[in-house]
């Protein structure tokens, strides 16, 4: 089995990831994204002329990790950022820890590689209420053949990127001004409202621009493609709104606005007039009080400083 063609193993990997994901133990997301990079491996192999699974040495995962890739829009890209190396790195491990497992290698290339390093992450920065009419103006250029509109309006009810590129026709209930979440590994599926008549109108008017050019059953997406993985399906969501934000200049705390930005505009919105973090938690399919005091910018536990005086 030490010569095995890496083919044959990526098959038989995918088919225990495929059994993985049937029995809960993997995401379907994280399946996808792994399958993604072995598709890409192979590729990159072929090319080398690499064809069995133990050849491929610390050297050639390294080259692989580290190869020019293109961008969204098909640019050239030919130092891949840091996120993109932690992917496909993670990519190259699942899939040589499921060979392992299967008995078809002992090789673990990628193992003694340094960690890459990551960026703090940026906390939510402070929209204004002006900043979000802005957003709202932007967001409506070419609607409703575009989705950019639709995205914010399903942030401003509460749902998160992980949630909207799932969101249907269907998931719509206007006559009761509500829309169905499905809920993340991190998140409750639940029922959010749409507060206000502005997300309904640009809403109702992606669904009926749907329902008119697809099949009309409601299954069609409201902001993604419904055949797309679910990996994309996010980074697809959090894309459409960086193009709103870069068409409005919208900025918060110094930096452009993120689509957590405006769930933390929602979340302060919510906590000051009900005086509720549960409230904030339900609407936000939060498990954690603190997840959502943190989100709605309240800090409702003393600092470290302050309990010590």
Excluded: N
């Amino acid at each position: 089995m030490s010569r095995i063609t890496l083919r044959s193993a990526f098959l038989r990997v995918v088919r225990e990831w495929d059994t993985a994901v049937r029995h809960g133990r993997l995401s379907a997301q994280t399946a996808e994204s792994y399958i993604k990079v072995g598709e890409r491996l192979l590729r990159f192999t072929t090319a080398l002329s690499i064809t069995r699974l133990d050849d491929i040495t610390d050297v050639v995962a390294q080259t692989f990790m580290d190869a020019p890739g293109h961008d969204r829009q098909g640019r050239l890209i030919t130092t891949p950022a840091d996120s993109t190396r932690r992917v496909r790195k993670s990519g190259v491990d699942a899939l040589f820890a499921e060979a392992r497992h299967l008995g078809l290698t002992t090789k673990a290339p990628l193992l003694d590689l340094p960690p890459i390093p990551r960026s703090a992450p940026r906390p939510a920065g402070a929209l204004t209420d002006r900043d979000i009419e802005a957003l709202r103006f932007h967001a409506e250029r070419g609607m409703p053949q575009t989705r950019h509109a639709t995205v914010l309006g399903l942030l401003l009810s509460g749902l998160h990127t992980g949630e909207i590129g799932y969101t249907t026709v269907s998931d719509l209930d206007l006559p009761h001004a509500r829309v169905w979440a499905c809920g993340t590994t991190h998140t409750t599926a639940r029922y959010c409202p749409l507060d206000d008549d502005w997300s309904i109108r640009v809403l109702r008017l992606r669904a009926d621009c749907i329902v008119k050019r697809s099949s009309a059953d409601g299954s069609g997406t409201l902001a993604t493609i419904a055949s797309s993985p679910a990996y994309r399906r996010q980074a697809s969501v959090c894309t459409a709104f960086g193009e709103t934000v870069r068409s409005g200049g919208i900025t918060a705390e110094e930096r452009s606005a993120a689509p957590r930005d405006v769930s933390s505009w929602l979340a302060a919105k919510i906590f000051e007039q009900t005086g509720e973090i549960a409230d904030v938690a339900l609407r936000f399919g939060l498990s954690s009080l603190d997840g959502a005091a943190r989100l709605a910018g309240y800090q409702w536990r003393p600092s470290a400083e302050e309990a010590d005086t």
